[in-house]
T-cell receptor, first 115, second 112 residues
Framework: DTGVSQNPRHKITKRGQNVTFRCDPI?????LYWYRQTLGQGPEFLTY????????KSRLLSDRFSAERPKGSFSTLEIQRTEQGDSAMYLC?????????????FGPGTRLLVL | GENVEQHPSTLSVQEGDSAVIKCTYS??????FPWYKQELGKGPQLIID?????GEKKDQRIAVTLNKTAKHFSLHITETQPEDSAVYFC???????????FGSGTRLSIRP
């Protein structure tokens, strides 16, 4: 069994470009979460999915951010027209509704640097 | 609003000594409290968690205590080892199996 995987691990982009990150949750985990972590801070919730339905979005998730989970398995997070303030670690987590549904397991993250 | 406060922000202890990290939460409806360890360049790793119907939980050298009346919870690491050096985050969950609210982290350093 593999854990949560995220790709790419690192991304450097220029301001104004679009970027897309991918998250593959633990197999058969129904819920998938996206968090953002800036240097020296704890992760902050962005959004989560139960299967393919996006159930909650944080006010941190501006109109430039969009997340999808079309088949209820992997998810993508896209940032359009990136800004320097978007530089952060983007973390994905997953959990199962069947066993200890509160427990979230995190991936290694995608570190984004916007120049 | 939803908030988790964590202290201290940095902690240095001698190898073999104990380390204690304390957190408070604001929403009395919270019922799940995980602790994560994060090493440089890696994602947070769950090390122990406690639910509101339990006052204390222990797993080898790690223990967590919860005081629901005071809305306090703490992490205790005994017999610290060099590999315990990392950033530790406390967290609280505010509704059934949805978002986690994290504290600001404690950077723990173990002196040889």
């Amino acid at each position: 069994d593999t854990g949560v995987s995220q790709n790419p691990r690192h991304k450097i982009t220029k301001r104004g470009q679009n970027v897309t990150f991918r998250c593959d949750p633990i197999s058969e985990h129904n819920r998938l979460y996206w968090y953002r972590q800036t240097l020296g801070q704890g992760p902050e919730f962005l959004t989560y999915f139960q299967n393919e339905a996006q159930l909650e979005k944080s006010r941190l998730l501006s109109d430039r951010f969009s997340a999808e989970r079309p088949k209820g398995s992997f998810s993508t997070l896209e940032i359009q027209r990136t800004e320097q303030g978007d530089s952060a670690m983007y973390l994905c987590a997953s959990s199962s509704l069947l066993v200890h549904q509160e427990t979230q397991y995190f991936g290694p993250g995608t570190r984004l640097l916007v120049l | 609003g939803e908030n988790v406060e964590q202290h201290p922000s940095t902690l240095s202890v001698q190898e073999g000594d104990s380390a204690v990290i304390k957190c408070t939460y604001s929403d009395s409806a919270s019922n799940y409290f995980p602790w994560y360890k994060q090493e440089l360049g890696k994602g947070p790793q769950l090390i122990i968690d406690i639910r509101s119907n339990v006052g204390e939980k222990k797993d080898q050298r790690i223990a967590v205590t919860l005081n629901k009346t005071a809305k306090h919870f703490s992490l205790h690491i005994t017999e610290t080892q060099p590999e315990d050096s990392a950033v530790y985050f406390c967290a609280a969950m505010y509704s059934s199996a949805s978002k986690i609210i994290f504290g600001s982290g404690t950077r723990l350093s173990i002196r040889p």
